[in-house]
């Protein structure tokens, strides 16, 4: 009997040796907060499980677009990626619900939501083939302008920049009032430049970090919707794992996402305080302009209820956001 245990030993030890390299891509620059953040990770998970489970990070949209990305996780070059709302929702469409515009008033009421959101849209990511290793929250979209921009009448004199890729929302925009002109963040600059465009939205860290602000040095403070992504790995991959390294695994993605969203939160204010310094002129929003800005949202809503998510899922998120306002109510 002895020699069938070892020639079972001999079998598994190539795969027991053998690290799993699983190749990440990322669209976040290197040396930003959020690849530091997934270097930590990789050295931690690969402490964690002795060498078995190796991270190769790809940042900085080496390994392409977020839609890139997922076309070569699904063919086996990419084991996983980090993705924006742009990414989940090219996965899942019915995670748009959760950037819906000037739906969410605050951290506290995403936090809520997306906590009891999370297991329907985990699934349903899941039976694409990817799992969720970990949401994330990555700030707040503003609009920035070349004019003051206070009410939707302000805006709809302006050209506003929209990420190409999405033209349902696209729709939504316009049938709301809007001049959109699509145009990829790599040619935001230039677009500024030559008047193309004279609006945009972005996370003011977006904003500083890629000097777009000085060409629309109007912010306006209104939060627009959150900044929504995750971490996904090819479930596949996954389930490759061994089972006693998974709870340690995903504390320390939980704890090292913790960590970004306060680093984050700190740039930012930072990176506010830097802009304004060099121009950027921050315009409160009035008591009544968010409910104008609902109402003219509200015109674009059937652009996207039923045809990018379903009626049901937002349905759901509104049930659960009317269930935190009214247990919390000030």
């Known amino acids: 009997m002895k020699w069938i245990k070892v020639l079972v030993v001999l079998f598994f030890l190539p795969w027991i040796l053998e690290a799993q390299v699983i190749k990440i891509g990322s669209i976040a620059p290197d040396r930003s907060p959020w690849n530091d953040a997934l270097k930590e990770i990789a050295r931690e998970w690969e402490t964690i499980t002795k060498g078995q489970v190796k991270l190769k990070i790809y940042p900085g949209g080496i390994a392409g677009n977020e839609e890139d990305m997922i076309r070569k996780m699904k063919v086996g070059i990419l084991g996983g990626a980090v993705l924006t709302n742009i990414g989940l929702i090219k996965i899942e469409p019915d995670a748009f619900v959760l950037t819906t515009p000037f739906m969410f008033h605050s951290e506290k009421e995403m936090a809520y939501v997306l906590e009891r959101l999370n297991p329907i849209l985990e699934k349903q990511i899941q039976e694409k083939g990817f799992k969720v290793i970990i949401w994330t929250m990555s700030g707040w979209l503003n609009f920035f302008s070349k004019t003051a921009v206070l009410y939707p009448q302000d805006l709809k004199k302006q050209k506003l920049a929209f990420s190409t890729g999405e033209p349902a929302m696209e729709q939504a925009w316009k049938k709301s009032g809007y001049n959109i002109v699509p145009n990829d963040l790599k040619d935001l600059m230039m677009a500024l430049q030559s008047g193309m465009v004279d609006a945009f939205y972005l996370p003011p860290l977006v904003a500083g970090s890629g000097q777009y602000f000085p060409l629309a040095p109007h912010m306006c403070s209104l939060k627009i919707a ?59 929003a009035p008591a009544d302009s968010l409910s104008k800005w609902k109402e003219a949202a509200n015109k674009g809503m059937d652009e996207l209820i039923g045809k990018v998510f379903k009626r049901e899922i937002y349905e759901k998120m509104l049930q659960i956001l009317q269930e935190y306002r009214m247990k919390y109510a000030e």
């Open 226 to 284: 959150p900044l929504v992504g995750g971490m996904v790995i090819v479930d596949k991959i996954w389930e490759r794992i061994p089972e006693n390294f998974i709870q340690p695994m995903l504390e320390v993605v939980k704890r090292v996402s913790a960590k970004l969203a306060g680093e984050t939160d700190s740039l930012e204010k930072k990176a506010l305080d830097s802009m304004k310094k060099n121009g950027l002129i921050i315009h409160e």
